[in-house]
């Protein structure tokens, strides 16, 4: 498949342990945010979303962290599985708006 | 995959040549966005449409052209394909019920100009 980075953060866990990504995120504007999953040869797949009025949302196996005041987020991942292994975006966007920014996303990689 | 398809899903082109890539959705989406995801650089917006005839410059719009004559199509188009413009294209549609925003992508094309 194709790369879709060759220089970007990597974190390697150890497989069913957890797994915590980061993220920072530029304008201070921003209300709504999202984590994304990119498998090799495939497009980005949407994991989880959190607004702005929250600071936690949990999912299946995933939980977002919002930190509004250091404009952070985290995405955590329980019990980490080999089919997690793959590069994870964050983006950014404003309600109203029509445009989503992107980060440069961290490669995870799980070892089994 | 929210019923998106791109065709080519791969292509080799000379440089200088004209070159169209098709995103075709089928569930009647009002936005649909195209991107560029090179090494190091991540998602990066070439343009986007938000309905039939109303699209926008993203933030590498240069040396590309959309069009959206019909709401399941949006087409982009590099009038002559320099090197630089060798990379992965990514259409995505938006999901806008519910208050919430996100993407949903196509499979990609892999575009090389050689």
């Given at each position: 498949g194709e790369s879709v980075g060759l220089h970007l953060p990597?974190?390697?866990?150890?497989?069913g342990?957890?797994?915590?990504?980061n993220c920072a995120y530029s304008?201070?504007?921003?209300?709504?945010?999202?984590?994304?999953?990119?498998?090799?040869?495939?497009?980005?797949?949407?994991?989880?979303?959190?607004?702005?009025?929250?600071?936690?949302?949990?999912?299946?196996?995933?939980?977002?962290?919002?930190?509004?005041?250091?404009?952070?987020?985290?995405?955590?991942?329980?019990?980490?599985?080999?089919?997690?292994s793959a590069v994870y975006f964050c983006a950014e966007s404003q309600t109203g708006g029509f445009k989503t920014i992107f980060g440069a996303g961290t490669r995870l990689f799980v070892k089994a | 995959d929210a019923g998106i398809t791109q065709s080519p899903r791969h292509k080799v082109?000379?440089?200088?040549?004209?070159?169209?890539?098709?995103?075709?959705?089928?569930?009647?989406?009002?936005?649909?966005?195209?991107?560029?995801?090179?090494p190091g650089h991540g998602l990066r917006l070439i343009h986007y449409s938000y309905g039939v005839k109303d699209t926008d410059k993203g933030e590498v719009s240069d040396g590309y052209s959309v069009s959206r004559s019909k709401t399941e199509d949006f087409l982009l188009t590099l009038e002559s394909a320099t090197s630089s413009q060798t990379s992965v294209y990514f259409c995505a549609i938006r999901s806008g019920t519910g208050g919430t925003y996100e993407q949903y992508f196509g499979p990609g094309t892999r575009l090389t100009v050689t």
């Open positions: 990597t974190l390697s866990v150890q497989e342990d957890n797994s915590i990504i304008n201070s504007a921003s209300d709504y945010f999202i984590w994304y999953k990119q498998e090799s040869g495939k497009g980005p797949q949407f994991i989880i979303d959190i607004r702005s009025n929250m600071d936690k949302r949990q999912g299946q196996r995933v939980t977002v962290l919002l930190n509004k005041t250091v404009k952070h987020l985290s995405l955590q991942i329980a019990a980490t599985q080999p089919g997690d | 082109t000379e440089t200088g040549t004209p070159v169209t890539l098709r995103c075709h959705q089928t569930e009647n989406h009002r936005y649909m966005y195209w991107y560029r995801q090179d």
